[in-house]
């Protein structure tokens, strides 16, 4: 089992940037592909960012492309989301998502863990 814990999340202006992190509880965690996704109400979950299980292959959403940068650090058990030049279209509950497999993935159904989640809110 795996627990997920996301911070960062917050008010923030058009044009700023917040950082998200997400730590993972277990001793695998290098194992794990990890996903950011989000959520405003009425509204499917959709995928923002993901990074396979070292680091080295990440894909974005072509609305955050550009701007987000996923990234972790296998030895603290974190991911990250660095979020620039946030727009008011941004605004969501982001939640880090892991699963026990290696290679990214941008469909929610193929992560097994969640965290729960943390509000950005991007004011214009």
């Known amino acids: 089992q795996v627990q997920l814990v996301e911070s960062g999340g917050g008010l923030v202006q058009a044009g700023g940037s917040l950082r998200l992190s997400c730590v993972a509880s277990?001793?695998?965690?290098?194992?794990?592909?990890m996903g950011w996704f989000r959520q405003v109400p009425g509204k499917e979950r959709e995928f923002v960012a993901t990074?396979?299980?070292?680091?080295?292959?990440?894909r974005y959403a072509d609305s955050v492309k550009g701007r987000f940068t996923i990234s972790r650090e296998n030895a603290k058990n974190t991911v990250y989301l660095q979020m620039n030049s946030l727009k008011p279209e941004d605004t969501a509950v982001y939640y880090c998502a892991a699963d026990r497999r290696l290679i990214t993935s941008v469909v929610s159904d193929e992560y097994a863990y969640w965290g729960q989640g943390t509000q950005v809110t991007v004011s214009s």
């Open positions: 990074i396979n299980w070292s680091g080295g292959t990440t």
């Open positions: 277990g001793r695998t965690f290098s194992s794990y592909r």
